[in-house]
């Protein structure tokens, strides 16, 4: 079956677009998928750090679309997940070296080899979201539960529809549960309402994401992070499964455990 | 118990609660391109298009947008003078 495309977008930078798109696509290459990640930020590359893969970069997404070199030479396979490749944004270059039919010509070329090919946007709604979105099939939108997030989101899924590339889906990522609970967050039930979409996964704020990061391991594949577990029900849910919203006020560790029982214990 | 009442009594004062209500009009006003300043423009227009073929109670014209989903629409409600009750009224 020729692949899907999904291009993961946000309008405001640092709201976990990269995080994401290397999150989703290192859970569906675990599930035995075939995925490639292009990383359509051109000039401020980051998606081969997120993934490890900085060191064995010899071409880029640029070095393609120029006819430098062949498409498969610039696909760099993870050595994890066998089924997981990336090709990497040009770091030298600016996002007017590629054009939107360049990435539709492009992801027509992955399509009949993989699942699932992705497409991490830069932020802004210039020409490098107009080259991620071009040759999209699904779009995902990603914000914070923070009001310059959801007002950008909210911009952002009106140009998605505006492009025909709707409807769009929506990932809440970084949500402190804790100040949730103290109102002092957006709910997740309160960015849905604003942004009025359909919601593909709730991310708990995780430290872990962050260690992961550091180490160039995807924290999806790290069995114990609640944040790898929302980012696999993601995956799942792109595979057709109903999987459940996560329970965020369920608190993991020790005195998690605690309370659990607690309230198990008191009806 | 005094938790839960004390967070029902200070939903308003929530930092949460006033992000909401100030989104709701940031995103109404960025998908319409539409303000209470323009809402009364249009208003004033509307009561004198139609006064000219219709009586109404001008004051109690209301121009209001609704929300679906993501879809909005300008609904107008604009009382008529009945025509046989003009006199005696």
């Known amino acids: 079956m020729p692949a899907k495309v999904i291009t993961i977008t946000s309008g405001k930078g640092g709201v976990g677009k990269t995080t994401a798109t290397a999150n989703i696509a290192a859970a569906l290459a675990a599930l035995g998928a075939k995925v490639v990640c292009i990383d359509a930020d051109i000039g401020l590359r980051n998606l081969d750090v997120v993934l490890g893969l900085e060191n064995r970069i010899v071409y880029d997404l640029v070095d393609v679309v120029e006819g430098r070199c062949r498409l498969r030479q610039a696909m760099i396979r993870d050595k994890r997940l066998p089924e997981l490749y990336l090709i990497p944004a040009a770091q030298t270059r600016d996002k007017s070296a590629v054009s939107p039919s360049d990435m539709v010509r492009l992801c027509d070329e992955l399509r009949p080899e993989f699942d699932w090919i992705f497409i991490d946007s830069p932020a802004g709604i210039e020409r490098g979201f107009r080259n991620a979105i071009a040759p999209a099939d699904i779009s995902i939108v990603i914000t914070n539960p923070e009001v310059s997030a959801v007002r950008d989101a909210d911009r952002i899924i009106g140009l998605i529809e505006a492009e025909e590339k709707g409807p769009a889906r929506l990932i809440i990522n970084r949500i402190k549960t804790d100040m949730v609970k103290k109102g002092d967050m957006l709910s997740a039930e309160d960015v849905l309402e604003l942004l009025a979409v359909e919601l593909l996964g709730l991310i708990p704020e995780d430290e872990g994401v962050i260690i992961s990061t550091n180490r160039g391991v995807p924290v999806a594949l790290d069995g114990k992070s609640r944040a790898g577990q929302a980012f696999r029900n993601i995956a799942s849910r792109l595979n057709g499964e109903q999987v459940p919203f996560m329970e965020l006020e369920e608190q993991s560790g020790f005195f998690g455990q605690i309370s659990r029982f607690w309230r198990k214990g008191g009806g | ?89």
């Open chain 2, 1 to 89: 118990m005094t938790r839960i009442l004390d967070r029902i009594l200070n939903r308003q004062e929530n930092s949460a609660y006033k992000a909401k209500e100030r989104m709701k009009l940031i995103l109404l006003h960025d998908r319409t391109n539409l303000n209470e300043k323009v809402l009364e423009v249009l208003k004033d227009e509307l009561i004198g298009v139609i006064s000219r073929h219709v009586e109404i109670d001008e004051k109690a014209v209301r121009i209001e947008i609704s929300q679906q989903g993501r879809e909005q629409r300008l609904i107008a409600d604009i009382p008529i003078r009945a025509a046989g009750r003009r006199r005696i009224g």
